[in-house]
């Protein structure tokens, strides 16, 4: 009996550990559609240091960030317990399709334009060599990212569903930065 309570103990123990790294430290993710390529490919898996997301740190530009496109709603620690996998997979609610992998494109104060096939940002047009092709998208006026706020885009500008169609994410609904994986370098 003692041994069956030391099992359980660890089994448990595991359990909550790999719910903390989950939940505060680093995530696994899926790719789910075509709007990062040619960067990340459709049902390419990567992982995400949830760090910032934990500590409320602000992304740099070009960082690829992982989002709660639910900007409409607030968001509490149960959306993060619910969005662990081994919690999604007891519940059996899997993917739920509101997670996006995106590219930092503007922080708070930034004055975003778009002309030319280009986005502008603060008045310089962006070099941005990751991008699939040239965008198609253009914007009347200026638009400023607001405080605790960020805008995304995905690097297939022509058909990625992001900050120019769900609005500025909050800083709360960056879910983590991307973790260069050593084994695809």
Do not use: C
């Amino acid at each position: 009996m003692k041994e069956v309570l030391g099992w359980i103990r660890s089994i448990t123990f595991a359990v909550v550990f790999a719910l903390v790294l989950g939940i505060f430290v680093f995530q696994p993710f899926k790719v789910d559609g075509h709007s990062m390529d040619p960067t990340l490919q459709d049902e390419q898996r990567i992982y995400v240091s949830k760090l910032s997301h934990t500590f409320s740190y602000l992304p740099d530009y070009g960082d690829i960030v992982v989002i709660d496109s639910r900007v409409e709603r607030d968001r509490t620690l149960m959306d993060d317990i619910m969005g662990h996998p081994l919690v999604s997979l007891v519940t059996g609610q899997g993917d739920d399709h509101t997670m996006y992998v995106k590219r930092v494109i503007g922080r708070p104060g930034d004055v975003l334009e778009f002309k030319d096939n280009k986005v502008y940002r603060n008045g310089e047009a962006l070099n941005e060599p990751y991008i699939k092709e040239t965008m198609e998208y253009v914007a009347d006026g200026k638009i400023t990212v607001p405080a605790d706020h960020v805008f995304v885009m995905g690097d297939n500008r022509n058909h990625s569903t992001d900050s120019r169609d769900i609005g500025f994410i909050p800083l709360d609904h960056v879910m983590g930065t991307m973790i260069e994986n050593p084994l695809n370098m």
